[in-house]
């Protein structure tokens, strides 16, 4: 069985896959599971525009947090602090977009739950 992604790799939350990278914009799948978040984050260098395709969770922006389910859209300007929390059952996944420098380098962690700050 083939694969359709560039790059990818397991997190202790779930998975990330590559599916685009080219100079300027990056597309990429990401699959949280049941009960696991991502770390609190910023970047620097891109804004990320974010598709639901898949189960529900809790998104938070710098100080605000709210529901997300499959259809909504959230964008993540550069230097926004952002998370999202999969508080289902079964697996969140995101069609995720990213726009400027797009460098696995350029995350910078202010809280982790797997020890990774």
């Known amino acids: 069985m083939s694969n359709n992604w560039l790059d990818a790799d397991d997190r202790p939350w779930g998975r990330w896959e590559e599916y685009l990278n080219v100079p300027g914009y990056r597309v990429k799948r990401i699959i ?5 978040r991502l770390s609190l984050q910023r970047h620097k260098l891109r804004s990320e525009h974010w598709v639901i395709v898949a189960g529900h969770g809790q998104f938070s922006l710098d ?5 997300v389910t499959v259809g909504e859209k959230v964008f993540i300007p550069v230097g926004g602090v952002h998370r999202i929390e999969n508080d289902g059952t079964e697996n969140l996944i995101i069609i995720e977009t990213q726009l400027g420098v797009c460098d696995e380098n350029d995350i910078e962690r202010l809280e982790d739950d797997y020890g990774r700050s």
């Not at 949280?32 to 696991?36: A, I, K, N």
């Not at 100080?63 to 529901?67: H, T, V």
Request: proline fraction near 20%; aromatic fraction near 10%; charge should be negative.
């Open 32 to 36: 949280v599971h049941p009960g696991q």
């Open 63 to 67: 100080d605000a947090l709210f529901p």
